[in-house]
């Protein structure tokens, strides 16, 4: 089924229910229907065909969400793009995938105008106190034309989307999913959380980051509710949000989890609507997942795995978190994970591995970039199927449930140990004070390099001596950081991930 479809059938069924609610503006599903119909056709009218590329560089707002269905129906390609991004990297974007149009907001133009800098890209933008935006075609204008659908001939396994990594490490890269990938993705998840349309799910995540933008997709494909929130900077707000619409799932990052932890002035219980509240990005120390199942003693708490590559790999069923609280889980439904060495022959329980993925939701590839392809998409079982190798070190236990270790690149070699970032970081998250911790490697003329840690403090009290006594009660001694730093905020990327990259970048080199 392609993405389209997802919210033409829930038009059809569900057409009076609201379907997203973006601040003051309320859409039912055959607005949102209607909506996208007609700016489909505008963007057919202005040039866009079937394949094209077609920027969405937006926040989180209702024209974002019209403006991904609309390209769809047009049969183009959409690349939901972080509104933060910059003009050199836009620019980039830009030529990277030859992109035909960008649909955007009028705060956001002199960016657009800036990276397109005379190029014959399409634009199409909000407009600004009532005017019509200069030098591009008025969004608003787009919704009052006629909604006919040229027919594009379009099947689920043509490209949909184009989503580009953060590029931590060198030049973003635009990953491939097809329509198909897109509803096995979707489908997958919204089983194992099980998903209805009675759900009302809150997302203050980026459209742009996948996390963000399949809350969208799944809501639509179930013909739930979607509340759109910008940010997650005034939590207060969104609670109140979250209590006076009923919310009844509630995705987050780590970086929100930590947030709410700190606050003082909330109790266990004080979102009563939530079902159901899911972490991914990046995984959830043990000891924050205990606290969190205390604020939210009526909502299962999914712990989970994925990127972007593939959207989603495992989940850890609610009723497992007392028994392996750090586990990621086991594969989610219709989808094989497991563990390999260097050879690709998997490995005994308890031994690192590489993490590989076979399922229906892996990309296709990188856009024209076959070396960076060939790297993580490798033969598989069959003939016609590719594997995706994350990158990623876990361990499997006896039992199938996955635990993350680390990045295969993140691995720190020092007095000749290997040492996991996570494990260490998981270790100062249990120290009382600390809300937020993260591990790197610093180059180090006799260890080779030295364990470093940034720390954000919760008490600020706690000092450094006593952070260093709880890590030698509970770390090898190889283990224990040999620098700590106190920070205000953790450097991230983009889509809000903490990035170690950035926090090696800012801690000089030991002497």
């Known amino acids: 089924m392609r993405l389209e479809q997802f919210l033409r059938d829930s038009a059809r069924l569900r057409g009076d229910k609201t379907a997203l609610i973006a601040r003051d503006m309320r859409l039912t ?7 996208s119909d007609r700016l489909a056709a505008r963007l057919g009218d202005l040039g866009v065909g079937r394949g094209d590329r077609v920027l969405v560089f937006m926040d989180n707002c209702w024209e974002a969400a019209v403006s991904v269905f609309a390209i769809a129906k047009a049969g183009a390609v959409f690349s939901p793009i972080n509104p933060s991004t910059k003009a050199d ?11 035909r149009a960008v649909l955007t907001q009028a705060r956001l133009l002199p960016v657009v ?11 199409v933008s909000t407009a600004a106190g009532g005017k019509a935006p200069e030098g591009a075609v008025s969004f608003e204008e787009c919704l009052q034309g006629s909604a006919a659908m040229p027919l594009h001939g379009g099947i689920d396994v043509d490209l949909a989307m184009l989503i580009y990594t953060s590029g931590s490490t060198g030049r973003p890269k635009g990953v491939m999913m097809t329509h198909r990938n897109i509803e096995a993705a979707a489908g997958s998840i919204t089983t194992y959380l099980e998903n209805t349309p009675d759900d009302i799910i809150l997302n203050v995540l980026p459209l742009a980051f996948d996390y963000g933008l399949y809350q969208l997709i799944m809501s639509i494909k ?17 609670f109140d949000v979250i209590r006076a619409e009923n919310v009844t799932g509630f995705p987050l990052v780590p970086t ?8 003082r002035d909330i109790k266990p219980g004080f979102l009563p609507s939530l079902r159901y509240v899911t972490n991914t990005a990046a995984a959830l120390p043990p000891a924050h997942i205990a606290r969190l199942r205390e604020l939210f003693p009526g909502a299962r708490l999914y712990s989970m795995y994925g990127l972007t590559e593939c959207k989603r790999c495992t989940y850890l069923p609610p009723a497992e978190l007392d028994r392996r609280p750090g586990s990621v889980g086991i594969a989610i439904p219709n989808t094989e994970a497991f563990v390999v060495d260097d050879l690709g022959q998997p490995v005994p329980p308890d031994t690192p591995g590489e993490l590989v993925i076979r399922g229906p939701h892996v990309m296709q590839g990188y856009w024209e970039n076959s070396e960076a392809t060939n790297r993580m998409l490798r033969p598989g079982f069959n003939p016609w199927e590719k594997l995706l190798y994350t990158g990623d070190l876990f361990r499997r236990d006896a039992e199938g449930f996955l635990y993350f270790v680390g990045r295969k690149d993140d691995i720190i070699k020092t007095r000749g140990e290997k040492v996991a970032p996570k494990e260490v970081e998981a ?4 120290c009382p004070g600390v809300a937020e911790a993260v591990v ?12 470093g840690a940034l720390i954000v403090l919760s008490d600020p009290n706690l000092t450094q001596r006593e952070i260093l006594r709880h890590c030698q009660a509970n770390l090898e001694d190889f283990m224990v950081p040999k620098i700590i730093e106190f920070r205000s905020e953790l450097p991230r990327t983009d889509t809000g991930k903490v990035s170690r990259r950035l926090a090696a970048e800012s801690m000089e080199p030991t002497q």
């Open 222 to 238: 179930m013909g739930a509710t979607l509340v759109l929130e910008k940010s997650f900077s005034f939590p207060q707000a969104i």
């Open 29 to 35: 599903y055959a607005e949102l229907d209607s909506m």
């Open 440 to 451: 790197i490697g610093i180059p180090d003329p006799i260890l080779g390099h030295a364990i």
């Open 89 to 99: 990297k836009l620019d980039f974007i830009i030529g990277n995938c030859r992109a």
């Open 256 to 263: 929100m989890a930590a947030l709410i932890l700190q606050m």
């Open 427 to 430: 270790v100062l998250h249990a």
């Open 113 to 123: 105008t800036e990276a397109n800098d005379g190029g014959e890209l399409i634009v």
